[in-house]
């Protein structure tokens, strides 16, 4: 029988590794969306720094998202 939670960042239901990974991912991908927010608000700045902003939000976007999937799938394994 295998019993699945929900990702959240809390210590009552799974592991210290598991709630630091989670609380990692969650971290990255709110910091890959202020990247993208910041690249929106269009302030002067240079064009290389807009364009680091962009891949940057995006790359660290995808990479969280993928760490949560891994774990989640991870979690679901026998």
Not at 10 to 18: A, D, F, G, K
Not at 29 to 37: E, R
């Amino acid at each position: 029988m295998v019993i699945e939670y929900p990702l959240v960042p809390n210590l009552t239901s799974q592991s210290i590794t598991e709630t630091v990974v989670v609380t990692i991912g969650y971290g990255g991908a709110f910091i890959g969306l202020l990247f993208l927010y910041y690249y929106r608000l269009k302030l002067r700045r240079g064009v290389g720094l807009n364009a680091l902003l962009v891949i940057a939000g995006v790359s660290i976007l995808i990479v969280s998202f993928l760490l949560l999937e891994t774990l989640r799938t991870l979690k679901r394994a026998p």
